[in-house]
């Protein structure tokens, strides 16, 4: 009993060297069905091992594995570093220096050959059954690996949209840039123009009128030469007058010297008062004669005058008519000028506008091109992306149903491995051990 107790004790003080590497590596999950089929744990242990809120930790639950496989001596030493060879070979062969031989002599001994068959069943079931979960967590990773891709494709194609689309905001403003400067050279062409018929209006105007001012100097100068013409005629007729008055006075002098000698030869001739009487009346009325005369000149030459005065009023007039015509002609010129050059300008203004709605029609045409080209851009690349989603769908689609087939094919080869398990198991033991031994 004391050598049992010391070969116990020895075993695991060997084995608490490793205490801390075993925590950190093993899986109690993976080695407590061995163990229950060696007998060394039971399902109360088990329970406890995996129910206790105190070992909710891994590690916590190994600690308390080897406590308890600690109690069992020897046998739970040897089901414990069996059940290591079997799932940790590698660190079997630290802890042991030993290359792992797969003997499984305490699950002989306890649960027999039938026992070594029904848990190598189970271990490949549970293999059989890891394999199928790492395919499926492949497959799953597969999956999202294809999710992914499609995503960063479908990321690609919303990159190259939001590019397209800030290329053709960048084209946009470029455009409305240009289009300002173009407004503005355009508007400063405008002014210019304006600016240069102002100038050429007000040269035209200027022209105009010094050309009037000419027309007045010319008339001007007319109605001096008129006025002229008239003065002098007044003055030859005035220097004339006087002249033909002398040689009038002298004819009527020597009239009346006539007329006295007549007299006096007729006074010598009849008697003296009646003669005289007959003189003094023919005097009075030559005298009268005489002044008549004279008021009939004065009367001419007042008329001759005032003839001469409507004379150069009437110049006056028809030369103040003629600059009225002429100026009305000149604003008539003025007027239809005007309205040519308004005309000329509506017509440009008109043709100006007519070229810039063509142009803006152009433009907007050519805008809607680009516009239909972009949606149709933004169409294809879309469709290229819900194309990648359906591919995608179609592979998840035919994962899933290759997995479906290979579980019911799996499912039916387990069913029949069992079925030919149970019926062989008798007769031959190692077969499952030998496979076991491969799919390892």
């Keep these: 009993m004391m050598d049992g107790v010391c070969e116990d004790d020895l075993c695991w003080l060997q ?25 060394v744990i039971s399902a109360e242990d088990e329970e406890q091992l995996f129910n206790d809120p105190a070992l909710v930790v891994r590690r916590r639950k190994v ?18 570093l069996e059940s290591l060879e079997l799932d940790y070979p590698q660190l079997y062969s630290r802890i042991t220096g030993k290359e792992p031989n797969k003997t499984f002599s305490i699950l002989i001994d306890t649960a027999g050959e039938s026992g070594l068959t029904q848990f190598l069943m189970s271990e490949l079931s549970r293999l059989q059954r890891a394999l199928q979960d790492e395919r499926r967590r492949r497959q799953q990773a597969c999956a999202v690996a294809n999710e992914q891709e499609v995503w ?23 455009e409305r840039e ?5 407004v503005k050279q355009l508007r400063d062409h405008n002014y210019s123009l304006m600016a240069d018929i102002n100038t050429l209006s007000q040269e035209k105007s200027n022209a105009q009128l010094a050309n009037r001012d000419l027309q007045i100097e010319v008339e001007r100068l007319k109605h001096t030469v008129v006025r002229a013409e008239s003065q002098t005629r007044l003055l030859r007729r005035r220097t004339l007058r006087p002249l033909q008055q002398e040689k009038q006075e002298v004819k009527k002098e020597e009239k009346q010297e006539t007329q006295q000698e007549q007299t006096q030869q007729q006074q010598q001739e009849s008697p003296a008062l009646p003669q005289m009487n007959l003189l003094t009346t ?18 001419l030459d007042e008329k001759e005058e005032l003839e001469l005065r409507c004379a150069q009023l009437k110049g006056d007039i028809r030369m103040y008519r003629q600059r009225n015509k002429q100026t009305l002609r000149q604003l008539e010129e003025v007027i ?3 309205d040519k050059a308004l005309s000329s300008r509506a017509e440009q203004q008109e043709e100006a506008r007519q070229l810039l709605q063509e142009k803006d029609q152009y433009r907007e045409q050519v805008r809607q091109i680009t516009e239909q080209s972009d949606k149709l851009e933004l169409l294809l690349l879309r469709t290229q992306g819900e194309e990648l989603q359906l591919r995608t769908r179609l592979r998840r689609l035919t994962c899933n149903t290759h997995q479906v087939t290979r579980k019911k094919v799996m499912n039916v080869s387990m069913e029949e491995e069992e079925t030919d398990g149970s019926v062989t198991s008798k007769s031959r033991p190692n077969f499952f051990y030998r496979r076991f031994a491969l799919i390892k």
Excluded at 23 to 38: A, E, F, G, H, M
Excluded at 68 to 80: D, P, W
Excluded at 155 to 171: A, F, M, P, S
């Design 282 to 299: 023919v005097f009075r009325l030559r005298k009268d004669l005489h002044r008549a005369e004279e008021q009939r000149t004065r009367y």
């Design 178 to 182: 240009r289009l300002n400067e173009e």
């Design 336 to 338: 239809r000028e005007r």
């Design 63 to 80: 600690g308390a594995l080897l406590d308890i496989l600690q109690r069992t001596g020897v046998k739970g030493y040897t089901a414990f």
């Design 152 to 174: 960063s494709r479908q990321q690609k194609l919303r990159d190259r949209e939001l590019r397209k689309l800030t290329e053709r905001i960048h084209k946009v403003r470029e």
């Design 15 to 39: 084995l608490d060297d490793y205490r801390m590497l075993l925590i950190k590596n093993v899986d109690p999950s993976r080695i407590t069905p061995y163990l229950r089929q060696c007998q």
